[in-house]
């Protein structure tokens, strides 16, 4: 069926010899560290030292949350039903869709199309949450069923304000934010899903590529979680689901 | 079904607050690289200078090995069928089995069992060889269907004698290779599994963690790649496999 | 977490007791064929003698369609890395998306909002076919890669006509593929999935199930090719991909 | 890297002909049952009337049992995180391991091996049960955390035995349940997983194979429950975990 020669740009592989991004492995390995090693792979090319700073915050923000997060349900349960560690690990990052973690993908998209809009990011986000306001839409990447502020958040604009990577994209997110709780009379703070879409838009990253950095910050957590089953649990625990109670039909028979 | 509170000794999370390990997350972020966070979240306990020199050469040396491995075939392959992004990543990643990285694994247990024994490297290797072959098995963690020597065990070895990292296992895994190479007249290099497999070792991590290391090495890969799939090729494309052959019953009729 | 009760309509589980959409297990496993019963458990009640018998032949016609498709791809190269039978099947059942089995959905939809309109199958007919033209879009469920009259349609079509099971909707499929290919000059069969698509919705299913029925169909043929890489290769043999090409940058030093 | 032809003795494919282990598709859809035709792909070969009977109630048996398996909350939690319905049904299948239906595999393995040896099944029951408990080792396929008799079970065995399809291997399994049950003075009934094992064994199935039957019969179960959610609830639902305790270190800094 097949006798297309694939293409590729991403890691070139000879005998002895495997250069990623027309870099040679072994330099690669000598001077950079795993995350900058994250975005050349990504992005084709290095970062720069903000970058590279904003990358490692950003990775560690969402590295886990508990064993509350779907993802970690999932994850737990496979390993629960007497499978290998990568089949859970698999089923937590199938897990994590439209509704977990997708939010970055959507937010970056959105945040992508504005900020090449003429305007201040105040302007931007005025225009911007009476638009979706209007359309009935929710901004995705605000408000967090858990925390008021969410400390990953606010860490990472911390961050990004004190080594001066604060771009029309990031300071078009915050914009947003208070312009979202000032119209709503609400808190919606701008969440960890809304400050990856941020910073990754701000350092030129396709917003297709929104679920693919939390599923790799994510995946380590996966895996201690997983570990932490294999190691403290018995298979076929009961990890749920609760009660359940049946509403379908009555008993009846087959005639 | 089920009322029993789970336990949990990974991430402590309550309004405001996320806590790994005992760590605050805002302090985590400020201070660690994504690299150091991997492996607090696997030990629970941060890593000293060395170990965080070997994690980061580790996790960078395996991100990619352009497409012919098997995940990143699945992966490409179930992106192709019109899937999203995660779902993608999640066959790569149920693709590293017992013959994909699980020589990782493998490995890993050898070494934890046998370092625990009297004796030089050198005399355990030599007694480990002849238990493998006595018993007619392989060792795990050998020989590269590519390479002759593999570029990542050779620059991770190089780092680790640089910065005086070469404990009792290490020294054991590259006794193994020159064991097997004297007994087999053969080319049976350490390769990239088998190095991670003596790096987490020496670490002190379990062996039931080695397919882990891997698969957080290699999923940024698989992402590069399914990123590609997705914006190079079409949907549906002739991924494989090769031309086959059909080698059952003749046609026959149904009485 | 979680406190709440689910509730479902499907099953309902006592100790001793198991009752499908209300009937007794022993009784459905004494008077229904394993086809009724995937009709009752979708739909909540039983099928007619008209619906068991297009039921049959729907389910048989996808089983397998020999090693080309993706999904048997995917399932083939995940159990070759060296991982069990449910993660191979698995990987084959995460392959069937929107363009992998997913043109039953969307050729479900199109047929069930287009049947609801007034006109003979006819007059819909060139009334879709001239609006997805207009639109630029291709009607799912047409065309085949291999087949140029499928095998599974004529007969799927050929029963359906004789125990007298064309309702509007069959007959607004065969009416689409008359016009395709009146206006287009081309060969433009309706497909299987055109097919199951066109059946399940003249029996009243919602579209959203268009992929589930192809995925029960599949699964048996899946499992078919997983056991026989099993029985009758090597893990890690080449499974694909073929030869590849790096259009990547240049060898270049980090500097 | 590819270059070799693929074998195989499943499905043949060429323009306009497809045939499933040499039978034409269309004789296949005219007059064979779906059950019948998972016989076939499977097994290579048509079954008789006995066998098809035990086929219909074993595929019948265990397509659902309500929300409280693994699977069926796997399948649930991923469709919920706002997933496609084959990525959730996915995610059900990946959790059918050794600790959830792998029991038909190991029960089937067993059977299989002792039902070669000379001896009635009384005589060969004893043997077994004294062998498992001089190794410690408990029967799979036996007992059930909810059914004291298992309906399906009873059910599955009054038709073997009224068809006349009790050879040695279903009269081993029953012999071993009141062997376990005589000498335990404990309930260990022979559960769906043990009948089913035994019924795939009687025909002549490989071990290998019954987790594959388990799947077949269970996916249409996990789709119905994946619908109802899609159907009947909100995505990211709290469909779990209970409360969580954290029992790791206490809140500490970063030196």
């Keep these: 069926?097949?006798?297309?020669?694939?293409?590729?740009?991403?890691?070139?592989?000879?005998?002895?010899?495997?250069?990623?991004?027309?870099?040679?492995?072994?330099?690669?390995?000598?001077?950079?560290?795993?995350?900058?090693?994250?975005?050349l792979i990504l992005k084709g090319e290095l970062p720069d030292n903000q970058q590279r700073r904003m990358m490692e915050a950003m990775l560690v923000s969402s590295i886990d949350h508990g064993p509350t997060p779907p993802s970690n349900l999932a994850a737990r349960t496979v390993f629960s039903g007497g499978n290998p560690l990568n089949a859970a690990v698999a089923a937590g990052v199938l897990t994590i869709g439209d509704s977990h973690g997708g939010a970055i993908e959507?937010?970056?998209?959105?945040?992508?199309?504005w900020a090449k809009k003429e305007g201040t990011p105040e302007e931007l986000a005025r225009a911007l949450v009476a638009d979706m306001k209007q359309k009935g839409k929710r901004m995705p990447g605000y408000g967090h069923r858990i925390h008021k502020?969410?400390?990953?958040?606010?860490?990472?604009?911390?961050?990004?304000?004190?080594?001066?990577?604060?771009?029309?994209?990031?300071?078009?997110?915050?914009?947003?934010?208070?312009?979202?709780?000032?119209?709503?009379?609400?808190?919606?703070?701008?969440?960890?899903?809304?400050?990856?879409?941020?910073?990754?838009?701000?350092?030129?990253?396709?917003?297709?590529?929104?679920?693919?950095?939390f599923i790799i910050s994510r995946v380590p957590g996966l895996i201690a979680h997983v570990y932490e089953e294999w190691t403290r649990e018995k298979t076929m625990r009961k990890l749920g689901p609760p009660p359940f109670e049946y509403d379908g039909p009555e008993p009846r028979k087959l005639s």
């Design 1 to 39: 069926m097949s006798d297309q020669t694939w293409k590729t740009a991403i890691t070139d592989i000879s005998g002895g010899q495997i250069r990623l991004r027309g870099y040679d492995i072994a330099d690669v390995m000598e001077h950079l560290s795993f995350s900058d090693v994250v975005y």
């Design 106 to 113: 959507q937010c970056a998209r959105i945040l992508q199309e």
């Design 149 to 213: 502020r969410d400390p990953r958040t606010v860490k990472m604009l911390e961050i990004a304000e004190r080594i001066g990577y604060k771009g029309k994209i990031i300071e078009l997110a915050v914009a947003i934010q208070d312009e979202l709780e000032r119209t709503s009379g609400r808190n919606l703070p701008l969440n960890v899903d809304g400050a990856i879409a941020a910073v990754i838009s701000e350092m030129g990253f396709d917003w297709r590529l929104g679920k693919g950095f």
